[in-house]
């Protein structure tokens, strides 16, 4: 068996993990809802990964999530299935969050807690840049033609698989255990970073931790807890118990 046929899908797989954990712990649980303190050094650290990885810039995500929960499944909600339809959320996710980031006035009234600092403005605005240079470690590492070929795949996971996904599915059909538009995919939260276990979330924002109940597993709640650990971060969110549940 050739070298390129196992381990591109590997490290196409374990670039996406890093991206989607460093989205939802640092973008997501950190920025959006402010449910952790970040220390500067994690904070540079995190901004790297996703650099290379997404090119997202933060302010954008951030206003842009915002803005989805201010507006949850009701016009304004800038990825809404119930407005746009299940499969355009699926695959014109990008599209949605790229139009809304770059609506002045959302970033305006929704980000105005994170304005553009020097990284961003010398760095990190760049996103062409920090995913041409992943893109070129790859390439470094395991040759040309497979570390092209792993790019291509962690981009289609990331950007029209995985991510898509949590808006999608997370506000189409599935579990509940809150009242709220929201569903929770336990199978899928594994690779998701925790972030299908969507019902919970939309019923506690603040709360860094997003399982709740029973086979409910959120992985990036473990590197929250290593990074605590270590005093790279520090959980201000409230935690959320079972005793708040639907029924309960």
Same mark, same amino acid.
């Given at each position: 068996?050739?070298? &390129?046929?196992?381990?591109?899908?590997? !490290?196409?797989?374990?670039?996406? *993990?890093?991206?989607? %954990?460093?989205?939802?712990?640092?973008?997501?649980?950190?920025?959006a809802?402010? #449910?952790l303190?970040?220390?500067?050094?994690?904070?540079?650290?995190?901004?790297?990964?996703?650099?290379?990885?997404?090119? *997202?810039?933060?302010?954008?995500?951030?206003? !842009?999530?915002?803005?989805?929960?201010?507006?949850?499944?009701?016009? /304004?909600?800038? &990825?809404?299935p119930?407005?746009?339809?299940?499969? $355009?959320? *699926?695959?014109l996710?990008?599209?949605?969050?790229?139009?809304?980031?770059?609506?002045?006035?959302? %970033?305006?009234?929704?980000a105005?807690?994170?304005?553009?600092?020097?990284?961003?403005?010398?760095?990190?605005?760049?996103?062409?840049?920090?995913l041409?240079?992943? %893109? #070129?470690?790859?390439?470094?590492?395991?040759?040309?033609?497979? /570390?092209?070929?792993? /790019?291509?795949?962690?981009?289609?996971?990331?950007?029209?698989?995985?991510?898509?996904?949590?808006? +999608?599915?997370?506000?189409?059909?599935?579990? *509940?255990?809150?009242?709220?538009? +929201?569903?929770?995919?336990? +199978?899928?939260?594994?690779?998701?970073?925790g972030?299908?276990?969507?019902?919970n &979330? &939309?019923?506690?924002?603040? #709360?860094?931790?997003?399982?709740v109940?029973?086979?409910?597993?959120?992985?990036?709640?473990?590197? %929250? $807890? +290593?990074?605590?650990?270590?005093?790279?971060?520090?959980?201000? /969110?409230?935690?959320?118990?079972? !005793?708040? $549940?639907?029924?309960?």
């Amino acid at each position: 068996m050739s070298f &390129h046929v196992w381990v591109v899908p590997l !490290v196409a797989m374990a670039i996406t *993990q890093v991206a989607v %954990i460093a989205t939802s712990v640092y973008l997501h649980r950190a920025l959006a809802h402010r #449910a952790l303190l970040v220390h500067p050094l994690a904070d540079v650290f995190f901004r790297m990964l996703l650099w290379l990885t997404t090119g *997202q810039r933060r302010r954008e995500w951030v206003a !842009v999530h915002r803005k989805h929960h201010r507006f949850t499944d009701r016009e /304004g909600d800038p &990825h809404s299935p119930r407005l746009l339809g299940v499969w $355009r959320v *699926q695959l014109l996710n990008v599209y949605y969050y790229v139009r809304e980031g770059r609506n002045p006035e959302t %970033i305006k009234k929704f980000a105005p807690d994170i304005p553009e600092d020097r990284l961003d403005r010398a760095v990190f605005s760049w996103g062409v840049v920090g995913l041409g240079l992943g %893109i #070129a470690l790859l390439c470094l590492v395991l040759g040309l033609r497979a /570390g092209l070929l792993a /790019g291509l795949v962690h981009a289609l996971l990331y950007v029209f698989v995985l991510a898509p996904l949590i808006n +999608a599915l997370g506000h189409w059909r599935g579990a *509940q255990n809150f009242e709220n538009t +929201a569903y929770n995919w336990r +199978a899928l939260a594994w690779v998701t970073g925790g972030e299908s276990l969507h019902n919970n &979330h &939309h019923a506690h924002p603040r #709360a860094p931790r997003f399982s709740v109940g029973r086979f409910e597993f959120d992985p990036s709640w473990l590197v %929250i $807890r +290593a990074f605590a650990a270590v005093k790279l971060m520090v959980i201000v /969110g409230p935690s959320v118990r079972l !005793v708040t $549940r639907k029924g309960r």
